[in-house]
């Protein structure tokens, strides 16, 4: 498994707004594409101004498999809706390393 995070910075006024449009149309879309496992959205209670995504693929390859102009459309649809600026600050990748059972 491969974990994709990324970290926004948001007005808390728009946070909310921002929840439920990124749910509406981001999840809602990623859903489609195989290789999608599912995804947390984090609220940091010490930075109202922060949010973090992790995004669970099955595999990177599946990850990256998905055309960069599909992206940009769902970004594109995604900016328009939610009429208000936001920072995306941190985009990362992790591996699941998972440990044999010692049974």
């Known amino acids: 498994m491969v974990i994709e995070l990324l970290k926004f ?8 707004k921002y929840i439920q449009r990124d749910a509406e149309i981001w999840t ?5 594409y195989p ?3 599912g ?4 609220i940091n209670p010490n930075d109202p101004t922060e949010l973090v995504m992790v995004i669970r693929w099955e595999t990177r390859e599946q ?3 998905i055309q960069q102009e599909e992206l940009d459309a769902i970004e594109e649809k995604f900016d328009k809706d939610l009429g208000f600026t936001y920072e995306m ?3 990362s990748e992790y591996q699941v390393r998972k440990f044999p059972n010692k049974d």
């Open 39 to 42: 995804k947390e959205l984090w």
């Open 63 to 65: 990850w990256k498999s």
């Open 89 to 91: 600050v941190e985009s």
């Open 9 to 16: 910075k948001i007005a808390p006024k728009q946070r909310e």
């Open 28 to 32: 809602a879309a990623l859903v489609n």
């Open 35 to 37: 290789g999608f496992l």
